[in-house]
């Protein structure tokens, strides 16, 4: 058994210019430069993407489904944010 | 937390799922549901890994350029989807060291096809051709399963499929039109793939013994039964189109189901295979650990350079 294992990274790739990199799954490397080369194999295979990032997993803070409610709840009465939510008379055609 | 609250996640929990909901990573679920996940999609991950090795067999002696780059690419996509499917078992809690041991010692199962030996070139073809297209028909309902990296992973791999499909009938075409010689080795190994093929898609629904909860969990959204008959009635007419002839003395087709009947299946065969007493067993795990052995030394070294590195990073910048 090895005595140390190769962290997890998180991988982030750009599949075209214009848009923005979407996070595509993980894997084990030894540092962030391997990350990019194993990413290079495991997630563009077919020309999926132009850029790639990486970010070791344990670097991530994600938020608890537990404070959903708290967290996410509070938008959904603030219709007044949607532009649907103005009257406007019939005339005006475009706004 | 109290029996009755438990209860009452689990509840929410099936009605989420019932609805369509996916479920994420750090959602709650109940332990039951973890731990079949992990099973099925590690031993998922493992037949990739494994399935690797009959096919690498014959990389080096592949009959054309054109057939070895198509070969290599087919078996480096086998490791990347077997990658894709340790990291989202890995989302559930489980480290891909311990899925590797369970893997070596045995614990952990893989497709007991691959327990098969790939004695000639035709062998590629009949794998491609049947064991993939088997497995397809197994992982396209599996995209739209209810734990998301699941479901996302598999949304790639199968993507990544249809290609091994094609290029292994493709290679039983080409040889079916061959010499009589060439034909005969196509017809030969379908003769040894069909029935491992059917064997493949699971045991018949009256033993299955995970059907009717991972019917609800979406990890099962056709019983293998029905899995079987599909691959059977699509694959039938591919045999005739290129003149081979599916070893079934009672394949027939069935006017009033649509469908073909077709003969028994040697299911003690099939668990003789999956309890380790296959013609490949022990190869494949020999092939496997000694790789992973042999590698050790290379992990070792890449983390002792990666440390370096960073030290060095780390005094220049202090």
């Given at each position: 058994?090895?005595?140390?294992?190769?962290?997890?990274?998180?991988?982030?790739?750009?599949?075209?210019?214009?848009?923005?990199?979407?996070?595509?799954?993980?894997?084990?490397?030894?540092?962030?430069?391997?990350?990019?080369?194993?990413?290079?194999?495991?997630?563009?295979?077919?020309?999926?993407?132009?850029?790639?990032?990486?970010?070791?997993?344990?670097?991530?803070?994600?938020?608890?489904?537990?404070?959903?409610?708290?967290?996410?709840?509070?938008?959904?009465?603030?219709?007044?944010?949607?532009?649907?939510?103005?009257?406007?008379?019939?005339?005006?055609?475009?706004? | 937390?109290?029996?009755?609250?438990?209860?009452?996640?689990?509840?929410?929990?099936?009605?989420?799922?019932?609805?369509?909901?996916?479920?994420?990573?750090?959602?709650?679920?109940?332990?039951?549901?973890?731990?079949?996940?992990?099973?099925?999609?590690?031993?998922?991950?493992?037949?990739?890994?494994?399935?690797?090795?009959?096919?690498?067999?014959?990389?080096?002696?592949?009959?054309?350029?054109?057939?070895?780059?198509?070969?290599?690419?087919?078996?480096?996509?086998?490791?990347?989807?077997?990658?894709?499917?340790?990291?989202?078992?890995?989302?559930?809690?489980?480290?891909?060291?311990?899925?590797?041991?369970?893997?070596?010692?045995?614990?952990?199962?893989?497709?007991?096809?691959?327990n098969y030996p790939t004695i000639t070139w035709?062998?590629?073809?009949?794998?491609?051709?049947?064991?993939?297209?088997?497995?397809?028909?197994?992982?396209?309902?599996?995209?739209?399963?209810?734990?998301?990296?699941?479901?996302?992973?598999?949304?790639?791999?199968?993507?990544?499929?249809?290609?091994?499909?094609?290029?292994?009938?493709?290679?039983?075409?080409?040889?079916?039109?061959?010499?009589?010689?060439?034909?005969?080795?196509?017809?030969?190994?379908?003769?040894?793939?069909?029935?491992?093929?059917?064997?493949?898609?699971?045991?018949?629904?009256?033993?299955?013994?995970?059907?009717?909860?991972?019917?609800?969990?979406?990890?099962?959204?056709?019983?293998?039964?029905?899995?079987?008959?599909?691959?059977?009635?699509?694959?039938?007419?591919?045999?005739?189109?290129?003149?081979?002839?599916?070893p079934d003395a009672d394949l027939k087709w069935?006017?009033?189901?649509?469908?073909?009947?077709?003969?028994?299946?040697?299911?003690?065969?099939?668990?003789?295979?999956?309890?380790?007493?296959?013609?490949?067993?022990?190869?494949?795990?020999?092939?496997?650990?000694?790789?992973?052995?042999?590698?050790?030394?290379?992990?070792?070294?890449?983390?002792?350079?990666?440390?370096?590195?960073?030290?060095?990073?780390?005094?220049?910048?202090?």
């Open positions: 058994m090895s005595t140390k294992n190769w962290p997890l990274w998180e991988i982030f790739v750009r599949s075209k210019n214009g848009l923005e990199h979407r996070h595509c799954g993980s894997l084990h490397a030894a540092d962030a430069d391997m990350a990019l080369e194993n990413a290079r194999d495991v997630y563009t295979r077919r020309s999926e993407g132009v850029s790639i990032w990486v970010v070791e997993s344990k670097n991530i803070t994600a938020s608890n489904p537990e404070n959903n409610g708290e967290l996410f709840e509070p938008a959904h009465d603030k219709v007044y944010r949607h532009p649907t939510f103005y009257d406007l008379p019939d005339e005006v055609k475009h706004m | 937390m109290s029996e009755e609250q438990i209860k009452n996640l689990e509840e929410q929990f099936e009605a989420r799922i019932a609805r369509d909901e996916k479920i994420e990573p750090k959602d709650w679920m109940p332990e039951k549901y973890r731990k079949t996940h992990i099973r099925q999609m590690s031993q998922h991950a493992h037949s990739e890994i494994v399935g690797m090795l009959p096919e690498g067999n014959w990389i080096t002696r592949a009959p054309s350029l054109r057939r070895k780059v198509a070969l290599l690419a087919k078996v480096q996509d086998e490791a990347g989807h077997g990658l894709y499917l340790y990291s989202a078992t890995e989302t559930l809690g489980i480290s891909r060291d311990e899925m590797y041991e369970q893997l070596h010692s045995g614990k952990a199962k893989y497709s007991s096809i691959f035709a062998d590629m073809g009949a794998i491609g051709w049947l064991v993939d297209g088997a497995a397809i028909i197994n992982q396209v309902p599996l995209c739209n399963t209810s734990y998301g990296p699941y479901a996302r992973a598999m949304i790639r791999v199968c993507k990544e499929e249809s290609f091994h499909q094609r290029q292994g009938f493709e290679i039983m075409m080409k040889l079916a039109n061959g010499t009589p010689e060439q034909k005969d080795m196509a017809q030969d190994a379908l003769n040894r793939w069909w029935w491992p093929s059917l064997m493949m898609l699971g045991p018949t629904d009256d033993v299955s013994v995970h059907t009717a909860q991972s019917m609800k969990w979406k990890l099962k959204r056709k019983s293998n039964d029905d899995l079987r008959q599909q691959f059977i009635d699509q694959t039938v007419p591919q045999a005739e189109l290129i003149g081979l002839t599916i069935n006017e009033t189901r649509g469908s073909y009947d077709f003969g028994e299946i040697d299911w003690d065969e099939f668990w003789q295979v999956v309890k380790g007493h296959g013609p490949m067993n022990k190869e494949r795990m020999k092939a496997r650990v000694g790789a992973w052995e042999r590698g050790e030394w290379v992990r070792d070294a890449a983390m002792a350079h990666a440390e370096k590195k960073q030290e060095r990073k780390q005094k220049q910048a202090g």
